[in-house]
């Protein structure tokens, strides 16, 4: 086993190298440059994010309409929707003033069934990432960062793992590290619920577990942490919890009603037991508060017809969280070196982060542009090489095969890429707030003017905080930013608003009270 996992990280580093090398040595030849950088993992998904934004910035709404129809049940209106979309609003229109005289609609169908959510698995790596930035905006390294704290204090299990399930003789521990958790006044009555309970074997097979496990808190139990320390341990505490809970069970009904010959549908839903879902107050969020009982051939009377507009709407850019998924989906990369492409492409200046999401800047667009349609950005092949190099951890492919195809492969795309031709314009230039001249360029570092005279300098990094570009501009042109996280150095998270005063330093204005440290 190990020496399989040893011959495949040896195997993965040098296909790294290789095509890393000498896809960016053949990129930067072409481009005339030496700061474009390729790789295996890194161009696929600069690929995956550029393409993204680029739908969703040419992206046309289209409008379509829909029939909704009110009707009074048990003293509550309630709506139903014809699932004929109209792409003009005149024929909804027209259809509306056709049943608009009709009184009563016919309950023309009722389906009702039980439902059952099976508890969610233990956390592995890139789920923990995911969920921590969804829920605190953590950056996928920064939850890594804190991961690897965590473990080196010996309060949880091994964390770059990509496993979420325990070995089946684990289970008989778990009663003794939940009962831990009866001293968090958040968690304690759950801990409690579960004393002396069959715990729910659904996060339990030794089939799924082939080298760490997913990751759980171990016997020893931390005192005062930083906070975002106590974020992730909770996280990691309370998916515990609900791993080991009962399912949730709950109820749904699917109605459809006929007016003027026409259909309308609509769907309700309510829990019967929460289960694992009553640790965060899950259940109950996404249900309906009115749950009527229903009769085939019911009337009930009409209160009204209506058009409602709506309009298409693009994929949503990607966040770390949703990038970690789809490069999961895709093969791209493992649970352990996600993160760390992210933060690459954002080191390398191809991409940045604005709010939640994650766009490609001008330098990543250009990179796009130019290897979109060659074999460095296609998502299969590196896909394939994950594959690959699982077969090699299992001791089912020679590691020196594999290093032969990756050869061959990047003599490929060398010849690809050295076919191509660059076009180099000039970057563009803003004026400058000390001279007033346009003559200050943004670099990957600082913002320079290039008047040696005037030899304006301000540098991109912030207390520790790399800003882009909109931000830069912000400060430039005299203006505040958008409140910015940023992390002092007791590693607390503070909010706070940038800008450049009259000797061109950099003032700060804090959301909240300043962070200590």
Known sequence: LYEGLYLAGRARREADRIIGYNASLALGMAAGKKNHSLGRVQTPVLALISRRYLESRDFTAVPYYRLELSVLKEGKELVFTCPEKYTRREEAAATRNQIAASRVATVIQAERKGTVEEPPLLHDLASLQKEANLRTGLTAGQTASILQRLYEGGYISYPRTSCRHIREDMLEKMPALLSLLKDNPRLARHAEALEGKALSTHATDD?????????????????????????????????????????????????????????????????????????????????????????????????????????????????????????????????????????????????????????????????????????????????????????IERGNLDADVFIRRVEEYARQIVEELSNIRFEHPEPPRYRCPKCGMETLTLHRKVARCSDPDCAFLLFRMFNARELTDEEMLCLLEGRGTDFLSFVSKKGRPYEASLKMDENYKIEMTFRDNPAEG
């Open 207 to 391: 089939g799924k577990v082939s080298g760490h496990h997913a990751i759980i808190i171990t016997e020893s139990v931390p005192g005062k942490l930083p906070l975002d320390e106590q974020i992730i341990y909770w996280m990691i505490a309370g998916r515990m919890l609900e791993a080991f809970s009962d399912a949730c069970t709950g109820e749904e009904v699917n109605v459809c009603l006929e007016c003027g010959g026409i259909r309308f549908e609509a769907g309700y839903r309510r829990t019967v037991h929460a289960g694992w879902k009553s640790v965060y107050g899950e259940a109950g969020k996404e249900e309906d508060t009115v749950f009527p009982a229903w009769e085939p051939d019911e009337m009930l009377p009409v209160t009204d017809i209506s058009v409602r507009s709506v309009e298409t709407s693009p994929e949503p850019l990607f966040t770390e969280a949703s990038l970690l998924s789809e490069m999961e989906n895709r093969g791209l990369g493992t649970s352990s070196t996600r993160a760390g492409v992210i933060e690459l492409l954002i080191a390398r200046r191809y991409v940045e982060r604005r709010g939640c999401d994650l766009l490609p800047t001008p330098k990543g667009l250009e990179v796009y542009e130019t290897v979109k349609d060659k074999l460095i950005a296609t998502p299969d092949m590196t896909a394939r090489w994950e594959k690959d190099l699982q077969e």
